[in-house]
């Protein structure tokens, strides 16, 4: 079975340049998760999907940051206009569904590390 | 709200050595709990899970369990490789599924 796929893996851009990473999750997943992660720190939630609806948008700074999941399976995140403290891995993470025994488990993709010079 | 405290990194060991990463957590309700390993330059990987209290998560050689009364997921392993040398995250899971991680602890193993 194929795992989470993310493209591209490295991007490196200039400040104020737009940016956006591709996320397919695990297949038959239902919930798509996009998460931030600074060098040595824990991923954070940047926002989750239930299908194709944002349910949990809290954590995206929506000045720059926007997402969008069509038709409830690919998603892409955007930033735009990119600031140098945007310099992170951005990950993407699939489940089966909400939280059930056993549904909730996260698998995650490699990630897309991002550059802003 | 939750939360998750690490050991802090790195932890150097030498091979076959035994390996304690502590993990302590703080929740409302009863959460899952996870641990994840990242090696270099990828994604996260699950390494094993408990989803109620005096469960054993086992994978690979790593054991933790889930121990209410402590708040705690300790990850073990009785005889460590080269290979483990790598970042643990250990997570947990609200109500909600979002996963709130810890800061991660690198292990770094020698021959």
Not at chain 1, 29 to 44: A, D, F, I, K, M
């Amino acid at each position: 079975e194929a795992g989470v796929v993310q493209s591209p893996r490295y991007k490196i851009i200039e400040k104020k340049q737009p940016v956006a990473f591709w996320c397919n999750p695990i297949s038959g997943h239902n919930t798509l998760y996009w998460y931030l992660q600074n060098l040595g720190q824990g991923p954070e939630l940047l926002i989750r999907y239930e299908n194709e609806e944002a349910v949990d948008d809290s954590q995206l700074p929506k000045d720059r940051f926007s997402a969008e999941r069509l038709k409830g399976v690919d998603s892409t995140l955007k930033i735009q206009p990119a600031e140098l403290g945007d310099s992170a891995v951005y990950l993407c993470a699939s489940s089966l569904g909400a939280p059930l025994a056993g549904e909730e488990t996260q698998y995650f993709g490699p990630g897309t590390r991002l550059l802003v010079l | 709200g939750n939360s998750v405290t690490q050991m802090e990194g790195p932890v150097t060991l030498s091979e076959e050595a035994f390996l304690t990463i502590n993990c302590t957590y703080t929740a409302t309700g009863y959460p899952s709990l996870f641990w994840y390993v990242q090696y270099p330059g990828e994604g996260l990987q699950l390494l094993l899970k408990a989803t109620k209290a005096d469960d054993k998560g086992s994978n690979k050689g790593f054991e933790a369990t889930y121990r209410k009364e402590t708040t705690s997921f300790h990850l073990e392993k009785g005889s460590v490789q080269v290979s483990d040398s790598a970042v643990y995250f250990c997570a947990l899971s609200g109500g909600y599924s979002t996963l709130t991680f810890g800061k991660g602890t690198m292990l770094l193993v020698s021959p």
